[in-house]
């Protein structure tokens, strides 16, 4: 059964940083996209970066880009999101997510477009 478990989430102050980890099991991943999504209280979930296989494909929310960069590494089943310069706003539940769809679909920031999600890891960032 596939898995995927988030770590590195905690609490912070704004300017700080933090890395998320997420770790796969069960399956490989190494061939599909791998996603990252938060949601904070009272809010729906929101799309918040995506890396294709390769790497060469990556996409982020306005909110984050210059701030957030994600990564993968696909001989260890895992990918990474690594926030800088953190503010309240970023405050979350930070998921991650797989999808087995195609990347030309251009659905990579809808929640439905993936098939596996992580628990979750929460993010909190004080003033």
């Known amino acids: 059964q596939a898995q995927l478990v988030e770590s590195g989430g905690g609490l912070v102050q704004a300017g700080d940083s933090l890395r998320l980890s997420c770790a796969a099991s069960g399956r490989t991943f190494g061939l599909n996209p791998l996603g990252w999504f938060r949601q904070a209280p009272g809010k729906e979930r929101e799309f918040v970066s995506v890396i294709t296989w390769s790497g060469n494909n990556i996409e982020y929310a306005d909110s984050v880009k210059g701030r957030f960069t994600i990564s993968r590494d696909n001989a260890k089943n895992k990918v990474f999101l690594q926030m800088n310069n953190l503010k309240p706003e970023d405050a979350a539940i930070y998921y991650c997510?797989?999808?087995?769809?195609?990347?030309?679909?251009?659905?990579?920031?809808?929640?439905?477009?993936?098939?596996?999600w992580g628990q979750g890891t929460q993010v909190t960032v004080s003033s």
């Open positions: 997510a797989a999808s087995t769809q195609l990347w030309s679909s251009g659905r990579w920031m809808e929640t439905s477009w993936y098939d596996y």
